[in-house]
T-cell receptor, first 112, second 117 residues
């Protein structure tokens, strides 16, 4: 079965600093999803990557999928308190986009 | 365009009772997924449904759990004879009907937090 490992598990940064969260899969990915979850709430869709080497950006968040499609990174530039939350990567290991496997999450805190 | 709707947001049941969780997908979405997030654990896939069909239920516990997505109305996740171990957050997601890359994007609802006492 597919396993996803996220690092770091938790992260505290000062406002304005850049940060990177990594997600590594034990198997080749057909699709890699990034979500943000605030404690006690639902998941907010950030981005989906499908092609090796693909990179997408939304506002100050950039996600990349490596050429081998087994690792993804999420980079936040000039972090703000609104970026705080739990970031989850999800993987489509079958190609159908139907059954996602999720990592255990990275908790991000942004200090003023 | 309203997002994925789930109700109730919080549900308390005594052991042995039934729990019914409802999910209305986004407009234009006919694919529904249910996931469960147990305390201190990650999000786990349960079941994938299209209208009137269960496509993949490989993540559903063998007993007491069932799901449906009727032609009309919301998708229902039903848990019979709940036990304390069923206490968790249950999330529903939906994805578009149309083809192309966007059909793989899953949008999540706010979740239903089930507490079994």
């Amino acid at each position: 079965s597919q396993e996803l490992e996220q690092s770091p598990q938790s992260l505290i940064v000062q406002e304005g600093k850049n940060l990177t969260i990594n997600c590594t899969s034990s198997k080749t990915l057909y699709g890699l999803y990034w979500y943000k979850q605030k404690y006690g709430e639902g998941l907010i869709f950030l981005m989906m990557l499908q092609k090796g080497g693909e990179e997408k950006s939304h506002e100050k968040i950039t996600a990349k999928l490596d050429e081998k499609k087994q690792q993804s990174s999420l980079h936040i530039t000039a972090s703000q308190p609104s970026h705080a939350g739990i970031y989850l990567c999800g993987a489509d290991g079958t190609g159908g986009g139907n059954k996602l496997t999720f990592g255990t999450g990275t908790q991000l805190k942004v200090e003023l | 365009n309203a997002g994925v709707m789930q109700n109730p947001r919080h549900l308390v049941r005594r052991r042995g009772q039934e729990a019914r969780l409802r999910c209305s997908p986004m407009k234009g979405h006919s694919h529904v997924y249910w996931y469960r997030q147990l305390p201190e654990e990650g999000l786990k896939f349960m079941v994938y449904l299209q209208k009137e069909n269960i496509i993949d239920e490989s993540g559903m516990p063998k007993e007491r759990f069932s799901a449906e997505f009727p032609k009309e109305g919301p998708s229902i996740l039903r848990i019979q004879q709940v036990v304390r171990g069923d206490s968790a957050a249950y999330f529903c997601a939906s994805s578009p009907t149309s083809g192309g890359e966007s059909s793989y994007e899953q949008y999540f609802g706010p979740g239903t937090r089930l507490t079994v006492t």
